[in-house]
């Protein structure tokens, strides 16, 4: 199965920094994806941040010159370095993966089980 572990959240105050990691293990075939999504209480998991294999990226519009998403194919991580951070940031982070765990399944959405990143004003 495939696992998704992410790690980096905490607190921070506003005009700060934070670099959050996943870990994608398991059986995995091939990724096409990951990225980061994040959901605060009341409201829908938005997109933040993927990175396909090749190395296309796509940012919400709010976080765009701020964050910065990369990974390291090899050993299947995914890493969104966030700078500049805002109270508006506060949110759980999901670590998002898209990938096939064997070569003859479609690919299938992954989650991890979300990192806390608090922002102080």
């Known amino acids: 199965q495939v696992q998704l572990v992410e790690s980096g959240g905490g607190l921070v105050q506003a005009g700060g920094s934070l670099r959050l990691s996943c870990a994608a293990s398991g059986i995995i075939f091939s990724i096409n994806a990951m990225g980061w999504y994040r959901q605060v209480p009341g409201n829908q998991r938005d997109l933040v941040a993927t990175i396909t294999s090749g190395g296309s990226t796509n940012y919400a519009d709010s976080v765009k010159g701020r964050f910065t998403i990369s990974r390291d194919n090899a050993k299947n991580m995914v890493y969104l370095q966030m700078n500049s951070l805002k109270p508006e940031d506060t949110a759980v982070y999901y670590c998002?993966?898209?990938?096939?765990?064997?070569?003859?399944?479609?690919?299938?959405?992954?989650w991890g089980q979300g990192t806390q990143v608090t922002v102080s004003s």
């Open positions: 998002y993966c898209n990938a096939k765990k064997v070569i003859v399944t479609r690919a299938s959405d992954y």
